[in-house]
């Protein structure tokens, strides 16, 4: 990520200096930012807020309600809608009006109601912001609104403050600030006032404290160097409010098919009512009617209520599996997605250190179970540990439950973590080997101590024992600790220290991707009172080394293991370090090819060799927020669709871009989780290769409602088409073609949105971003199908009408022919090329079952009902009326059995 560089004086905002702050001396950035330890002056505060505003993220103008609710009007099919109505208003039919516009006006309610998520994600980055703080200005402490600081300002840190602007720091005591959220790091990082190198990633500047990140421990003091949309937090908001929102592979589809129907539609419709008018001698009102109900009954109003509806099903569904949708369309997306970007910390990992080894002088320990529960063993050659026969390790285990600021507190069921990272890792481990920290603390009381600072990188404690002389215990950089050895513990005896041995061991383990922690101490003859730096010095002997890991989780490695086999890519983009990524990749059996990635090697790539290296490698360490928006638009460019995983500030804007954003839902920040699309309620990486399973068979049900729908649209519109070029009535009108769309048809095809998922759903590759919704062979059914429709709705009319039946009663039969199609049809769909004439087939599906029975009811209804009779324009039926529409419809469904065990023979043949 590039930085902010200063010239106070010359520049217009402080995004627009030239050299990086964490690079400059702080006496330097004092002086370019005319400040000092006694901060601004008020005047000065005053003038400088109205010259670089206040301390906030900006938020870019929105479409209010209104725009947002026409901007649902804008697509090409619901305009032949809004013609068709006002056409038939015209021509006073304003029954058919009313129904038309109230058909558009529910659809565009759907749409409106799914806006706003971009702006929900800049709040939350807006609430990321400290409410208040503590300042420096007249050399007085006091504490002011955060949206008032500017360049200049001193700001005092303290534990559990979080930071409220971007600073540089120029004094700090065992500082560690929690970035977690914006740099993907899950240690806390220590901090001090030397400066680093300009070209320092954004995770390592440890003289720079970042807006929105969290004080972890320590006090520090630093300058504001930059405030609101200037801060890296503000950057990110930046990013979001410039990511426009992407469409899902199904809308692509429907909106291209919805273009090339429209073409049709209005080809057809125009060709109709010229036909009529020029050589069959309808009058133009007719033909406008005639033109108004072809334009209706081809277009499918009932699908995006189907689609809509469907996708609500399948979000019902995979609720139950710990995945929470908040934006509809994003159910299908995950049927198609070819890459899955996660995040490392907390998303494969459980953002959770751990210790996983206890180096000795003689033996190597391995440490079993995850998280600060205290559950697991002490494992030696595979065994568990006598701690009797093992001093060194009993020592290890009081030093860590001894040198150690946490504390672990009950929580729903859980321990939570009051203190570092590190030390509840330590703690936790005193627990596994059977010690608990309050009954040491009795027995070996604390008298003295040296808090840990990142500058001498130690924590040293000292403490009474119940013969009056004292114990003390070290803990820190195994450098550092090293320094102040001359012994190291064997079986519990002093003996001289080996350095080289211990410095390969820190180097063999470091390359692992663990953290390592040295610790020593050495007994006093006397109880010492407050620890001086003289006394831990030197003469200290080591007892060991700690090997600290963020763990994967085990249900992410298995899952990671299920999307190979269907087809799905995982990379891993990170902002932790290199050995701790290839570590954890490893692990869990990401990155087998090219080795790990930085940050570093991103930034110095072209456009080309950029492009290469995201498709190329697994393993991203060091990345940005910049780095992951630009690897997801990479990959998105070769046609992949991208699912990005991720829980802190830094992944929104990349969630935002991917074509399906996952949130984590426990750990996960409100900006994440705006962003995001989906929300894992138990920040599992399992739970999604669930919902990719939930979104394939969405996906494959919706091609089956859609496989449903168009026929009826077809079929209607072909039976006009016919009536007018033999010269006939209208054998069904528009309002009668709206009832079969948006009743009889969604109330069919809903049933199909509760289908189970179908074998092997997860061993076949993803679908093609580009592929078509129905295939070839889907199309000619269509046709097949529609022609079906055309047959027995016109053929019942025309010989209703010949048998000198009247108008309404000839429409009524058509009309119940077409929906009595459809319910048969429906049964045809469950199986789109086995046979659905079996047991389970008919009968496997209770939602099935219930939809005809729903129909029947409605058709009944529609037939009978006075009112229904006045507003459809329909007439009763006679017993043999109903047994000519039930004939027809057993027909339709042979005819579709016989069809696909005729292409299905076809196909064996060709294959065989």
């Known amino acids: 990520m590039s930085s902010h560089h200063p010239t106070f004086l010359s520049c217009r905002h402080m995004s627009e200096i030239s050299a990086p702050w964490h690079a400059i001396p702080f006496r330097d950035v004092f002086e370019r930012l005319d400040s000092g330890p006694d901060g601004l002056s008020g005047i000065e505060a005053n003038a400088r807020l109205a010259r670089f505003g206040p301390n906030t993220t900006p938020t870019l103008p929105r479409p209010g309600p209104f725009a947002r609710l026409l901007k649902q009007f804008h697509n090409v099919l619901i305009y032949i809608l809004l013609v068709a109505a006002a056409i038939t208003a015209v021509l006073d039919h304003w029954i058919d009006a ?7 006006v529910i659809n565009a309610i759907i749409g409106f109601l799914q806006e706003g998520q971009a702006e929900r994600a800049l709040e939350a980055i807006s609430d990321m912001l400290a409410p208040e703080a503590i300042v420096v200005r007249d050399g007085v402490r006091s504490r002011v609104p955060a949206v008032d600081l500017v360049p200049g300002d001193i700001v005092l840190l303290k534990s559990g403050d979080k930071v409220p602007a971007d600073l540089r720091l120029f004094d700090a005591h065992s500082l560690l600030i929690q970035e977690a959220a914006l740099t993907g790091e899950s ?8 400066p680093v190198a300009a070209d320092t990633d954004l995770g390592d500047r440890q003289c720079m404290a970042y807006s929105g990140t969290l004080v972890a421990q320590g006090t520090g003091q630093g300058v504001v160097v930059v405030t609101g949309a200037a801060t890296e937090v503000g950057r990110i908001g930046a990013m979001l409010a410039g990511i426009s929102d992407m469409s899902t592979p199904l809308l692509r589809q429907i909106a291209v098919f919805g273009r090339w129907l429209s073409v049709a539609i209005l080809l057809l419709a125009a060709a109709t009512f010229f036909y009529g008018v020029m050589l069959q001698g309808y009058s133009v009102s007719e033909m406008f009617l005639a033109a108004v109900g072809l334009s209706v009954a081809a277009i499918p109003e009932g699908l995006p209520a189907i689609m809509t509806i469907a996708l609500a099903i399948g979000v019902t569904r995979m609720a139950r599996r710990h995945a929470i949708v908040r934006r509809l369309p994003a159910v299908e997306t995950l049927g198609s997605v070819s890459v899955i970007c996660a995040d490392k910390t907390g998303t494969l990992t459980r953002n959770e250190l751990t210790v996983q080894v206890l180096v000795t002088a003689k033996h190597t320990f391995h440490v079993t179970g995850t998280g600060y529960n205290g559950e697991g063993r002490i494992l030696l050659d595979d065994a568990a540990v006598r701690l009797d026969d093992h001093p060194d390790l009993v020592r290890a285990a009081q030093g860590a439950a001894l040198c150690n600021d946490a504390q672990l507190a009950p929580s729903n069921g859980q321990m939570r973590l009051v203190g570092s990272p590190t030390d509840g890792a330590l703690l936790s481990f005193a627990i596994k080997a059977g010690f608990d920290s309050v009954d040491l603390s009795g027995t070996l009381p604390r008298v003295g101590l040296i808090p840990f600072d990142s500058e001498h990188k130690f924590m040293a404690t000292a403490h009474r024992e119940a013969m009056g002389s004292g114990y003390m215990f070290v803990k820190g950089a195994p450098e550092r600790v090293l320094e102040m050895c001359a012994w190291q513990y064997e079986d519990g005896e002093a003996c001289p220290i080996d350095h080289a041995h211990w410095h390969e061991r820190t180097r063999e383990h470091a390359a692992s991707g663990q953290r390592v922690i040295a610790i020593a101490g050495r007994q006093t003859d006397r109880a010492m009172g407050e620890l001086a730096f003289d006394d831990v010095e030197q003469g200290l002997i080591l007892i060991g080394l700690f090997g600290l890991i963020d763990p994967p989780r085990q249900s992410a490695i298995a899952a990671v293991a299920e999307c190979r086999e269907a087809g799905i890519r995982v990379k891993m983009i990170t902002g932790d370090h290199a050995e701790t990524a290839r570590a954890v990749g490893r692990a869990l059996g990401i990155g087998k090819g090219r080795g790990v990635v930085t940050g570093r090697q991103l930034d110095a790539a072209d456009d080309d060799a950029f492009a290469a290296l995201a498709v190329e490698a697994d393993v991203f360490a060091r990345t940005t927020p910049a780095h992951k928006l630009r690897l997801i638009e990479a990959l998105q460019k070769r046609g992949d669709v991208i699912a990005m995983t991720g829980d802190g500030v830094n992944d929104a804007p990349a969630l935002q871009r991917a074509d399906i954003g996952v949130a984590m839902g426990r750990k996960g920040t409100e900006a994440a989780k705006e962003a995001a699309e989906m929300v894992i309620v138990d920040d599992n990486f399992a739970s999604i290769a669930h919902a990719v399973e939930e979104g394939r068979t969405i996906y494959d049900n919706l091609k089956k409602s859609i496989l449903f729908i168009l026929p009826t649209s077809f079929g209607e519109a072909l039976t006009i088409i016919a009536a007018v070029m033999l010269g006939h009535t209208l054998p069904i009108t528009p309002v009668q073609i709206l009832w079969i769309n948006m009743v009889t048809t969604v109330t069919l ?37 529609s022609v079906f429709l055309v047959a027995g709705a016109f053929g019942l009319f025309v010989a209703e009408r010949a048998a000198g039946g009247s108008l309404e009663a000839a429409r009524t039969i058509a009309t119940n022919a077409i929906v009595a199609g459809e319910a048969v049809y429906l049964v045809n769909c469950r199986r789109i090329y086995g046979p659905a004439w079996t047991l389970s087939g008919l009968f496997g599906s209770r939602p099935v079952l219930l939809s005809i029975a729903l129909v029947a009811l409605a058709q009944i209804l529609f037939t009978y009902l006075p009112a229904m009779q006045f507003l459809f324009r329909t007439a009763p039926l006679s017993p043999p009326d109903w047994a000519k529409i ?8 042979v005819l579709v059995e016989l069809e696909k065990a005729v292409i299905g023979r076809l196909i064996g043949r060709r294959t065989a």
Do not use: H, Y
Request: charged fraction near 20%; charge should be positive.
């Open 98 to 104: 009313g129904v038309i516009l109230g058909v558009v």
């Open 187 to 194: 240690l806390a990082v220590g901090k001090e006032p030397d």
């Open 749 to 785: 095809a809903l049933a199909l949105g509760f289908e189970p998922v179908e074998p092997g759903v997860m061993r076949r590759p993803p679908r093609r971003p580009g592929e078509p919704i129905l295939s070839p062979l889907l199309v000619w059914r269509t046709a097949l199908v």
């Open 886 to 893: 039930l004939a027809f419809a057993v027909g339709v469904f």
